[in-house]
């Protein structure tokens, strides 16, 4: 399995991105997929989630209502719309993939539980 994150870039406060997770490899409907911000100086934090399935989401309280994650099975892709970003939203942004093949694991915000991990990519927001 690899994952490739993209769409990051430079922003003013109060535009818009769309972030891509590309999925490569078996058995994309099997994964549960996370997007994850780490800022210079502070710990990897959790975005956003979707099951396996796409009935199922999470976001952080921080990113709620703005956010929006959503998956397309024909393409093996996760996006992740991101509205009204500010300056506090910069950060590398990293895709992730936990495997939830008995289709009872649930979305978690827990860095260590996933499997796989992208390579991120760089989001800035001017003020």
């Known amino acids: 399995v690899q994952l490739q994150a993209s769409g990051g870039g430079l922003v003013q406060a109060g535009g818009s991105l769309r972030l891509s997770c590309a999925f490569s490899?078996?058995?994309?409907?099997?994964?549960?997929i996370g997007w994850f911000r780490q800022a210079p100086g502070k710990e990897r934090e959790f975005v956003s989630g979707?099951?396996?399935?796409?009935?199922?989401?999470q976001s952080a309280d921080s990113v709620r209502g703005r956010f929006t994650i959503s998956r397309d099975s024909a393409e093996n892709t996760v996006r992740l719309q991101m509205n009204s970003l500010k300056p506090e939203d910069t950060a590398v942004y990293y895709c992730?993939?936990?495997?939830?093949?008995?289709?009872?694991?649930?979305?978690?915000?827990?860095?260590?539980?996933?499997?796989?991990w992208g390579q991120g990519t760089q989001v800035t927001v001017s003020s």
């Open positions: 992730a993939a936990d495997w939830a093949g008995d289709s009872t694991v649930d979305i978690t915000p827990l860095p260590y539980a996933y499997d796989f």
């Open positions: 490899g078996r058995a994309f409907n099997m994964y549960n």
């Open positions: 979707i099951s396996w399935s796409g009935g199922s989401t």
